[in-house]
């Protein structure tokens, strides 16, 4: 397993990134200063997730930014993806370890400190928490958390934890002092007109925050 800069996290949405799509979007953004980059369409088939992953496995070779592709591990593991983040519905943890060896990325989705109490930090890389504001970019999610219950799911983690659901430019320093280690965003990036500058002026605030 592997230590992985959390602070920045896009999770990609193929719809907000259509009108330049899933590969320009995340190069954008890598520029502008995102650390982790998540392949997210659920409608797609393997098959696709596939052929989008390698495209964007090529649009990031050399800026060290991982690749991590959601819930599909055998498209991750074809890709050649760094990781894999997995839903509270989805394979085990344990079944999607053993799947990727000891050195893939596995994130986690929870959203309780039950669930972080939970966590074995000898399989799970971090956690994805949340939602801490409600969120149309993923329907039918559990009831939104707050800051106040992100922080206390934070306390509870034995792994890094990443802040997620409805976050933009204005909740990042309140994210950052319930103790997570980052921000997972979807629309602070995707869709906006300029990606590189929307990212850039989060990763600024992250900074800001960390002074």
Do not use: W
């Amino acid at each position: 397993m592997r230590n992985v800069d959390l602070s920045l996290y896009l999770v990609l949405d193929p719809v907000l990134c259509e009108p330049i799509g899933m590969v320009e979007t995340a190069r954008l953004a890598v520029a502008g200063g995102a650390t982790l980059v998540q392949l997210r369409d659920k409608k797609a088939t393997t098959h696709k997730m596939i052929e989008t992953g390698r495209a964007l496995k090529a649009a990031l070779a050399g800026s060290g930014v991982p690749l991590i592709v959601n819930d599909d591990v055998e498209a991750a593991i074809a890709i050649g993806a760094d990781g894999v983040h997995v839903g509270q519905n989805d394979m085990p943890v344990a079944e999607v370890r053993k799947l990727i060896g000891a050195n893939m990325i596995l994130g986690l989705s929870i959203g309780s400190v039950e669930l972080a109490n939970a966590l074995d930090p000898s399989v799970v890389d971090h956690v994805g928490v949340g939602p801490v504001f409600p969120t149309s970019t993923k329907p039918g999610h559990p009831p939104a958390i707050g800051f106040e219950g992100l922080a206390a799911v934070t306390a509870a983690s034995p792994v890094p934890v990443v802040g997620i659901g409805g976050l933009k430019l204005q909740h990042v320093a309140d994210t950052l002092a319930t103790g997570a280690a980052g921000l997972a965003v979807v629309s602070a990036i995707c869709g906006q007109p300029d990606p590189a500058s929307a990212t850039m002026e989060l990763a600024e605030a992250i900074r800001r925050a960390r002074r």
